[in-house]
């Protein structure tokens, strides 16, 4: 979808990942397929090279201000070096959605 | 230790969810203020102020933002967060339900410049969102950084009676 596709060109220009992966992660929390709120990315950047975990999730935040301060509702982040990536190619599992989007009177 | 977290989704907690406003808990530390929700400083506005959100980072060691409450999350990453933390035996922590507090919700993301829920703080300082937390979980960090706080994460002693098997 477009948002997909925004955060795809977004964290390309500004992390010339070697490895990304978008996903639209908003079917698994009640919203309806190509919803486009809930986000997961895995990136695979040698800018995170001496970075902290906390560093590197603010890089990616950054790229996505734009989005994040719209429509993005909730991102996951697996941010890692080209090194850590080789090494260990897996992503944690999600955790299943609780609802949270319902319980909500407007959005963030 | 993934292996833990795996099972960790599936521990009561994660299947509770939307059964009504009971056992709204925001505090689990047992004395204080309390400081959820804007219920501190009388009313709404100025809940999420800077001083006020320094206030409540500060109260206890372990701090977090979340939806819902730990005994009864309303977002699977903030249901994350309580599940690290109950592995690691900590229970006694201040949780601040957002939703219940608009305020407090954009305070909290000014003052870490984080745009997101979930957040942990531990010693007044913020230390990031569910997917850090997991990872701090899963490399060994947070048994650290529970033990500088003078907290002895459960897990050590889950790992010594392993060892005895």
């Given at each position: 979808g477009p948002l997909a596709r925004a955060i795809r060109a977004k964290l390309d220009a500004a992390l010339q990942p070697t490895h990304l992966q978008v996903l639209d992660e908003s079917p698994r929390h009640?919203?309806?397929?190509?919803?486009?709120t809930h986000f997961a990315v895995v990136v695979v950047s040698?800018?995170?090279?001496?970075?902290?975990p906390l560093q590197r999730h603010r890089l990616v935040h950054a790229a996505l201000r734009t989005e994040l301060a719209g429509p993005l509702h909730a991102l996951a982040i697996v941010a890692r070096t080209p090194q850590q990536w080789e090494s260990d190619p897996h992503v944690p599992p999600r955790p299943p959605c609780l609802g949270g989007s319902k319980h909500e009177r407007h959005r963030d | 230790m993934s292996g833990l977290v795996r099972a960790a989704w599936r521990l009561p907690g994660a299947a509770a969810?939307?059964?009504?406003?009971?056992?709204?808990?925001?505090?689990?530390?047992?004395?204080?203020?309390?400081?959820d929700g804007g219920g501190a400083e009388g009313g709404?506005?100025?809940?999420?102020?800077r001083e006020a959100v320094e206030r409540l980072v500060r109260a206890h060691p372990v701090v977090v933002f979340m939806k819902?409450?730990?005994?009864?999350?309303?977002c699977g990453f903030s249901n994350a967060v309580v599940q690290i933390l109950r592995l690691h035996g900590v229970e006694d922590y201040r949780a601040h339900d957002v939703l219940q507090d608009p305020d407090l919700r954009q305070g909290i993301k000014n003052y870490s410049n984080?745009?997101?829920?979930p957040q942990v703080y531990l010693n007044g300082e913020f230390v990031g969102g569910c997917d850090i937390l997991l990872q701090m979980h899963q490399n060994g960090d947070l048994v650290e950084e529970l033990k500088k706080l003078g907290i002895r994460s459960a897990l050590l002693d889950a790992e010594k009676d392993q060892d005895k098997k």
């Open positions: 009640g919203g309806p397929p190509g919803a486009e040698g800018h995170f090279t001496g970075l902290s | 969810a939307g059964r009504g406003r009971a056992g709204r808990a925001l505090s689990q530390a047992g004395t204080g203020t309390g400081g709404g506005s100025g809940s999420g102020s819902g409450s730990p005994a009864q999350p309303l984080w745009p997101t829920i």
